[in-house]
């Protein structure tokens, strides 16, 4: 949506992501108002809630669709994450290493029986 900013004039575009994360931070902390900020005096525009849910209707649509992406990649992230879990497990073959020192321990415990 287009701004003009109240302060010098300017005209600025807010994109379909800035909307979006505004719109999110609004409904979070139950705000009707979004401080855009000027690309040029960085001063804060106010723009109304309702305004930019007219200028961008399906919003709540896209941020299911971005939620689904996000979980997603997560579910991928957690794959990778399991298969190193496996690959770090897999040397766990220090149970017949055990074994050999246990024997082997025993067995000098047999020679110092004998001395
Ligand atoms: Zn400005």
């Given at each position: 949506m287009q701004l003009?900013?109240?302060?010098?004039?300017?005209?600025?575009?807010?994109?379909?992501?800035?909307?979006?994360?505004?719109?999110?931070?609004?409904?979070?902390?139950?705000l009707i108002y979004h401080d855009a900020?000027?690309?040029?005096?960085?001063?804060?525009?106010?723009?109304?809630?309702?305004?930019?849910?007219?200028?961008?209707?399906?919003?709540?649509t896209a941020i299911k669709t971005m939620a689904k992406e996000a979980s997603r990649v997560?579910?991928?992230?957690?794959?990778?994450?399991?298969?190193?879990?496996v690959e770090k497990s897999t040397p766990n073959r220090k149970p017949a290493a055990k074994k050999v020192k246990k024997h082997s321990v025993k067995k000098n415990l047999a020679e110092t029986k004998k001395k």
């Open positions: 003009r900013c109240t302060y010098c004039q300017t005209m600025f575009a807010l994109g379909r992501d800035d909307m979006l994360a505004a719109l999110e931070h609004m409904e979070e902390n139950k900020h000027c690309p040029k005096c960085r001063k804060a525009n106010r723009v109304e809630r309702a305004r930019m849910e007219r200028s961008f209707p399906d919003w709540k997560e579910i991928e992230t957690g794959k990778q994450v399991a298969d190193s879990t």
